[in-house]
């Protein structure tokens, strides 16, 4: 286990592999005080945390939360907080571990940037508040989606936690296949298109790409944090 904050504080910094997966790592009091940061940012330790909404998913819910997606003051790019809980042999909570995950740079996410369904066909990652967190197009990325009614396939995937795929037309006309998928934690939907003209060939793999990209996006930024929390607590 690691005793001590300065011990934190060296595991942190000795990992290379956490920097090119997480942006900023922070080490919380039980109740939410910064007591590590990496990298180090002058007058950041010891500031009271307790109202940011991925401290108190873990304080009042006891599991890990992934924040609202916020813009970087110093960056100007979107990202997020995910906060997991550290817990004693009791199953006390003793602290907090947060990771900033850079949404327009992050590694984890670049295969749902990059991967094409089809020739055409794209995913996107669509927010509970209806805000845009990742899409192709990056301009929209932060921006609110359109409003309820232009997009029904959409509006089942975020108002009836509907999951599966529905034929359909989007706000931009286009007809086509939608695929949605909930992640967990986040609360966030994952959304597939695939045109209509090219969608008989491309169904299955359709499918089989939003299983995939679920399962290697998000979920491996968190397992990355759960790990460093088993050091804290081993």
Not at 100 to 115: A, C, D, H, Y
Not at 151 to 166: C, K, S, V
Not at 207 to 218: G, P
């Amino acid at each position: 286990a690691l005793k001590s904050d300065k011990d934190a504080e060296r595991y942190f910094r000795d990992a290379p592999i956490l920097s090119t997966l997480i942006d900023d790592l922070y080490l919380f009091s039980a109740e939410g005080v910064l007591l590590v940061d990496w990298p180090i940012a002058s007058g950041r330790r010891g500031l009271d945390m307790t109202e940011r909404d991925y401290i108190q998913g873990v304080i009042q819910n006891g599991r890990t939360t992934v924040s609202k997606p916020i813009l970087g003051k110093a960056t100007k790019q979107p990202m997020v907080v995910i906060g997991v809980p550290i817990r004693d042999g009791k199953g006390q909570l003793i602290g907090i571990l947060g990771g900033v995950v850079n949404l327009q740079k992050s590694r984890l996410l670049e295969p749902l940037f990059t991967t094409k369904i089809g020739q055409t066909g794209y995913f996107y990652l669509v927010g509970p508040e209806r805000l845009t967190i990742m899409h192709p197009d990056r301009t929209r990325v932060l921006t609110a989606i359109t409003e309820p009614g232009v997009n029904p396939a959409l509006d089942r995937a975020l108002n009836e936690n509907f999951e599966g795929t529905l034929e359909g037309v989007n706000s931009r006309g286009l007809k086509g296949l939608f695929s949605f998928k909930r992640l967990p934690y986040s609360g966030w939907v994952l959304a597939a298109v695939l045109p209509s003209v090219e969608a008989l060939a491309a169904v299955d793999a359709l499918r089989l790409r939003v299983i995939l990209l679920t399962a290697t996006s998000l979920m491996l930024a968190i397992a990355v944090i759960v790990l460093i929390v088993r050091r804290f607590t081993r």
